[in-house]
């Protein structure tokens, strides 16, 4: 057995960005406290001057800045939506209606500012990421040492690694023996064995041997480096999908102004009074705005997110949550997603014609395996010692403890020298191993066929037990698998770092027909985009930082939260919290309803704002109408839209995703 520092080594800290030091979250908070104060003031009977100062100051703090926007893009020879909701605004308050103008003003302040702190949150997430590498490397120069700044190591310097430091860069081991816990690049559980001629990444962290290594790459071009500009490159691309949006924006902008300043010339030509005019553009502005439009969309899909969180599942906005109902294929990390991410003591297997003789053999080997691995913190060695706690087994003191990088750990229990290692066939070998019973390499070989982990216990120079160790695959797995397969008509796809055979059993094991292993960061992302260069809309779902790139990537992106690296919970565009896999189907479906009543809200906005203005332009509509059928439409949809925040929407979901075929 290995020993190690660590377990595993937490993420480096992200300097995250506190909530109001965000100026659009700050006018956003202000206008909306504001809007709701008038509205209390207006309802309760509060004096006139008190709720118009109120619900005029929500105007203020809510709409200077995209007012500011808008008059920049006028200025620019452009006329965006902010602006004309602005406008709209503006003009509501001037014929009384101050409070749809308020509604209006809140919505887009707080649109803006949710877009802010996602974009920031995500610059310090990268910022996070970059400072798993450390600063400073000790670079060997003809047997000196010399500390230098990690930035300035060029290809082709030798550096030393001590025991518990950090890797500072790409490169090659050229001498000694140790274990590297590299999670946070290929979301391995299990700290590697590293030998000379093994490949080592920057910012993962060193075990207890030390390790020189032939720099390979520069500190820029280094796989944590590369996680980082795929993050920020993968979020520039998506951003680009929001360009037909703001031409469909650009396009209605002009055609409501150039037509609500005709509805206003025209009778004014044709000889009607200037208040008259007036009245009429201000009613067209009224029943035009798209107050029923907006309403037609965020409520289903906020009410969806809210629902989805009262359930573990933390979706980041409602664009995300339209997104994830559009998915078509799901593809799979493998280490902490489809698996628990710690490894488990799952199989004991007593050495034909060792002294002790059974039932007793397993309980002997376990206690005496436990009682020498108690000093150690590798994974493996607590998966041992919290099955022998487990099962009531106490543990004898351990003296003369002696851990070998690479190799296992040894001490003397009860008088006894005890001796955990890999065997034989696993280099480095255990030299002690090579007189191991025949019998022994058959048990070896059948524990990895089913793509475990063995470890060989001896005792006085004799093997007498065998251990398989195995992530445990979650419970929930096979099922989450299973809904996806029938909803969309395939199996979702496994994309792990981990090695073929063991991630083609684990697919077999939960139901997945399609695999691809052994890839690092950025071949993840190659993957997830050619199922999308297919035709393919594809959800990754992931919890290592080694992750990030493949989710940012994406259609859509899901971590894992409960045990998800910072970086990835940040590039994510869902967070599943409680780790339960059943729930992405059924957010999943739930964002299809979502979408459906969206659709039936926008239909519903769309005949009712037609009915109104076409009433407007041929005949003659009462501004009191007018304003009824537009508030009458708003609360249609809205109410429409809040349907999905009982509880019940959840449970239908659910329900369809165990009804789909």
Known sequence: MVSSTAVRPAAAPVPRTRLFAIPEMRWAAAATALFAVGLVAKFTGGPSWLWWALLLACYVTGGWEPGLEGLKALRDK????????????????????????????????????????????????????????????????????????????????????????????????????????????????????????DEVFAGTLNGTGALRVRVERRAADSVVARIAALVEEAGRTKAKTQLFIEKIEQRYSIGMVIVTLAVF?????????????????????????????????????????????????????????????????????????????????????????????????????????AAVEFPSEHPLAAATVRLARQRGIPLPAVTEFAARPGRGVSGRVDHHLVRVGFPGTSPPADPGLSKAPEPMADIVAAIRSRGRTAVVVVCDEEPIGVLGFADQVRPDASAAVAALTRMQGGAPVLLTGDDHRTA?????????????????????????????????????????????????????GIAMGGAGSDLTVQTADAIVVRDDLTAIPTVIALSRRARRVVLANLAIAATFIAVLVVWDLVGHLPLPLGVLGHEGSTV??????????????????????????
Do not use: Y
């Open 78 to 197: 452009t006329l965006d939506v902010d602006l004309l909701m602005v406008v709209a605004a503006i003009g509501a308050a001037a014929i009384g209606q101050i409070v749809d103008g308020a509604l209006l003003i809140v919505i887009f302040a707080t649109s803006g500012a949710l877009e802010a702190l996602a974009t920031r949150r995500t610059e310090d997430s990268v910022r996070g990421l970059l400072t798993l590498a450390p600063d400073t490397a000790t670079r060997l120069d003809d047997g000196d040492e010399q500390t230098i700044a990690a930035a300035d190591l060029a290809v082709g310097d030798l550096i030393l690694v001590r025991p518990g430091d950090r890797i500072a860069a790409d490169g090659r081991v050229v001498d000694g023996a140790s274990e590297v816990d590299q999670a946070t690049v290929t979301g391995e559980p299990l700290p590697v064995d590293k030998a000379p001629g």
């Open 265 to 369: 010339a025209v009778p004014l030509v044709l000889g009607a009074t200037l208040r008259d005019s007036l009245l009429r553009a201000m009613t067209f502005m009224i029943v035009a705005s798209p107050c029923a439009v907006v309403l037609a969309t965020m409520p289903p899909l906020l009410a969806a997110i809210a629902n989805a969180g009262r359930h573990g599942v933390l979706v980041k906005s409602a664009v995300v949550m339209e997104q994830l109902g559009a998915t078509t294929r799901v593809a799979f990390d493998k280490t902490g997603t489809l698996t628990r991410g710690t490894p488990e003591l799952v199989e004991i297997h007593p050495l034909p014609g060792a002294s002790t003789p059974a039932p007793a053999a397993e309980h002997r080997i376990l206690r005496l395996a």
């Open 504 to 556: 083609e059993r684990l697919a077999e094991e939960v139901g997945i027909t399609e695999v691809r292993a052994g890839l690092l960061p950025h071949e993840k992302v190659t993957a997830v985009r050619a199922l999308e260069s297919g035709g393919e809309r594809v959800t990754m779902v992931g919890d290592g930082i080694n992750d990030a790139p493949a989710l940012a990537a994406a259609h859509a």
């Open 636 to 661: 249609i949809v809205g109410l429409n839209g809040l349907r999905l925040l009982r509880s019940a929407a959840w449970q239908r979901a659910r329900h369809e995703v165990a009804e789909s075929r």
